[in-house]
């Protein structure tokens, strides 16, 4: 759940790299509180799914943030994100290690404190 909630604190950050852990996290709980949002509307029986919507809504940015972040860590441009399938491919890829262009190594950073 920190994983989440570190990628919700940085709402609109696209500066910076993410690691695969930060994002898959993220992608993770997003998913199981958009399946616990779709239960509830079912039981209720709303048709119109406006708690998704309103949910989805409010974590569209931070999704491209940590996207583009994620893209960033295995150095390449943020703009990887539009190319289907290859982006997937980079999602899963491991890190650059040590620094490069967008910014420090986040795994080394867990490592110091």
């Known amino acids: 759940m ?14 910076g790299r993410a690691r695969r852990k ?11 509180i958009s399946f616990l949002l779709g239960f509830i509307e079912g039981l209720v029986g709303s048709s119109y799914g406006i708690l998704s919507k309103i949910y989805n809504l409010a974590v569209m940015l ?18 990887f994100v539009l190319i289907p399938f290859y982006n ?5 890829s491991e ?6 262009r967008y910014g420090p190594d986040p795994k080394a950073e867990t490592l110091i404190t």
Not at 62 to 76: E, L, Q, T, W, Y
Not at 88 to 92: E, M, P, Q, R, T
Request: cysteine-free.
């Open 95 to 100: 890190g650059t290690k040590g620094d490069n």
């Open 2 to 15: 920190n994983w989440y909630l570190a990628v919700l604190k940085k709402y609109a950050v696209f500066n």
């Open 22 to 32: 930060e994002y898959w996290m993220f992608i993770l709980f997003n998913f199981i």
């Open 62 to 79: 931070p999704a491209i943030a940590a996207g583009i972040r994620r893209m960033h860590d295995v150095g390449k441009s943020g703009w």
């Open 88 to 92: 997937l491919y980079l999602a899963v």
